[in-house]
């Protein structure tokens, strides 16, 4: 089966620092990686994904991921980090299991919390 | 559009009670997903529909628990009766054909319904 893994619960960054939050995958196959973000009060909503060709990858927002495959790793990356940027990040791993039905697992969620 | 658009967004019940949860998805979205948002658990896809026919609902925790699409831009999901931990938010969620097949479908998430069961 796929998983993902978001090991910090939580991730403070100064205003205008890069910022990282992490994510593993396992999966067997070619992994399709997401990253989704939860406002307070509202749905998920995408940011970006990973399916194949260049390993970094843009998104929404001045978002970017990149894949490592060597690492199983798909963390997401700003430049420059705002406040507006505060938030509940989620990874999220594609599994179609041998029924063809079609999952989309996602990670426990780091929350980001951007000071000014 | 409005987007996936889900009612009630709070919902506080008693014990016992029936809870329905109602979604309208994206007009053209040809799948429909039910999930649950709990901190001990996170999220938890409890069923999806493709073309308003249920696909997958493994997820769905027990009998107590039902979901239904009529039609395209209408579904349902039932808690009968309701029990103090089903209190989660409920989100549904909806997505096109395109890239289903491979995996590589992106969803749109409505705002999500709080379910408090006292």
């Known amino acids: 089966a796929q998983s993902v893994a978001q090991p910090e619960d939580q991730v403070n960054v100064a205003e205008g620092n890069p910022l990282t939050v992490k994510c593993t995958y396992s999966?067997?196959?070619?992994?399709?990686l997401f990253w989704y973000v939860q406002y307070p009060n509202r749905g998920l909503q995408f940011l970006l994904k990973?399916?194949?060709?260049?390993?970094l990858v843009k998104g929404s927002y001045g978002f970017e991921a990149e894949f490592n495959k060597s690492q199983t790793s798909f963390h997401l990356k700003k430049p420059s980090a705002l406040v507006s940027d505060s938030a509940l990040y989620f990874c999220?791993?594609?599994?179609?299991?041998?029924?063809?039905?079609?999952?989309?697992?996602f990670g426990t969620g780091t929350r980001l919390t951007v000071i000014p | 559009d409005a987007g996936v658009i889900q009612s009630p967004r709070h919902e506080v019940t008693e014990m016992g009670q029936e809870v329905t949860l109602r979604c309208k998805p994206i007009s053209g979205h040809d799948y429909l997903f039910w999930y649950r948002q709990t901190m001990m658990r996170g999220l938890e896809l409890l069923i999806y529909f493709n073309n308003n026919v249920p696909i997958d609902d493994s997820g769905m925790p027990e009998d107590r628990f039902s979901a239904k699409m009529p039609n395209a831009s209408f579904s349902t999901l039932k808690i009968q009766p309701s029990e103090p931990r089903d209190s989660a938010v409920y989100f549904c969620?909806?997505?096109?054909?395109?890239?289903?097949?491979?995996?590589?479908?992106?969803?749109?998430f409505g705002a999500g319904s709080r379910l408090t069961v006292l």
């Open positions: 999220a791993v594609r599994d179609i299991d041998q029924t063809g039905a079609n999952n989309l697992f």
């Open positions: 990973y399916i194949t060709g260049d390993n």
């Open positions: 969620a909806s997505s096109t054909e395109t890239g289903f097949a491979s995996g590589a479908n992106v969803l749109t």
């Open positions: 999966v067997s196959g070619n992994p399709y």
